[in-house]
């Protein structure tokens, strides 16, 4: 995230989703309300992440998403506002999701009695870029391990073109995984279901994020590193507004190849942990729903039904 200010709006906006949470107990009309007001809120917080995503990340796909981000979260407001309760579920998946993420982006490193706690950041990161490297490794590629420029410890690979040209590659926290993980991890948490089937779902879902990251950041050094990807130099410079042709290796394998391919490989998971946790069908019912303006039965049109404790199984559309 660019900075204290968007840190501080991230943890209003989840903590306002959280309040929604907890008044549904007590009073559905203040719940609502409450939560709508999270949801335009979030909206807020997405149109200042615009100008980063497209800027100065220069990811086309996360830009393109942020901007889509806005309107959908005003009218999910909107929409729980004027009372279709199910979006309940999505709000409580946000707060889940934000609960998840927040604390490794913006928990700093703590020093107490001369003793560093390190932020919980530079432990996921340092194991990625651990396990990064030791892939690498058995691909034949041996880098030079550098303290990383953001980071702030050796999390960084540098890399020696034949001419001499030293290319840096920093494992960060958005090559963690931890972003996916922790959307599929407020879905499964915000249904209502049985913790068995639940757990199932996660055992499904985090080491397949986890396993097929590696093989991205893995994939990306490699290609990067040996500038393997040199096709449609100034295309692609001029695509990215960039005049460094060393970065053509990333631009092809990060923001285009890892970014496309991501997104199938989240729909192909999805569908299978739907499979396991059919409860979830009601999230992406809505998001159809805003989407298209159109009600959707995703039950029917999958052939899936929620099962009961007894074996048998439930039609019940919604349960909040």
């Known amino acids: 995230m660019p900075g204290p200010l968007s840190d501080a709006l991230a943890w209003a906006v989840i903590l306002l989703f959280g309040a929604g949470v907890l008044l ?13 007001g999270a949801w335009v809120l979030f909206a807020l917080f997405w149109l200042q992440l615009i100008p980063h995503f497209i800027f100065e990340h220069k990811s086309y796909i996360e830009g ?6 806005v309107p959908a979260s005003v009218y999910a407001g909107w929409l729980l506002y004027r ?7 999505l709000s409580r998946a946000v707060a889940v999701m934000g609960l998840i993420y927040l604390p490794f982006e913006t928990i700093p490193a703590i020093v107490i009695g001369g003793l560093t706690i390190p932020a919980p950041r530079q432990f996921l990161i340092q194991a990625v870029a651990d396990q990064t490297g030791f892939l690498m ?7 030079e391990v550098v303290m990383g420029t953001e980071s702030g410890y050796p999390s960084a690979f540098l890399f020696q073109t034949p001419e001499g040209h030293r290319l840096h590659f920093e494992i960060v926290l958005a090559c963690t995984g931890l972003g996916s993980i922790a959307i599929f991890a407020g879905l499964i948490g915000a249904v209502k279901a049985p913790l068995e089937r639940k757990l199932r779902a996660l055992a499904i879902a985090v080491p397949v994020i986890y396993a097929l990251n590696l093989a991205r950041t893995t994939f990306i050094g490699i290609t990067f ?6 096709f449609f130099v100034d295309e692609v410079l001029f695509m990215f507004g ?3 042709p060393y970065m053509v290796s990333w631009f092809i394998s990060d ?3 890892s970014q496309v391919l991501a997104v199938f490989v989240l729909v ?6 739907v499979r396991e946790l059919p409860e979830l069908l009601t999230v992406i019912e809505d998001v159809l729903y805003m989407a298209t303006k159109k009600e959707y039965d995703l039950q029917d049109a999958l052939d899936l039904r929620v099962p009961r404790a007894d074996g048998g199984e439930r039609v019940e559309r919604f349960e909040r």
């Open 255 to 257: 923001r285009i190849i």
């Open 242 to 244: 960039s005049s460094d």
């Open 83 to 89: 009372g279709r309760e199910t979006l309940l579920v």
């Open 268 to 273: 192909g998971l999805t569908y299978v942990v």
């Open 64 to 69: 393109f998403l942020t901007i889509v981000a």
């Open 24 to 36: 549904d107990r007590y009073d559905e009309r203040v719940a609502r309300v409450t939560t709508a």
């Open 137 to 143: 490794g058995l691909f034949g590629y041996h880098p």
């Open 225 to 230: 590193g040996n500038q393997s990807l040199q």
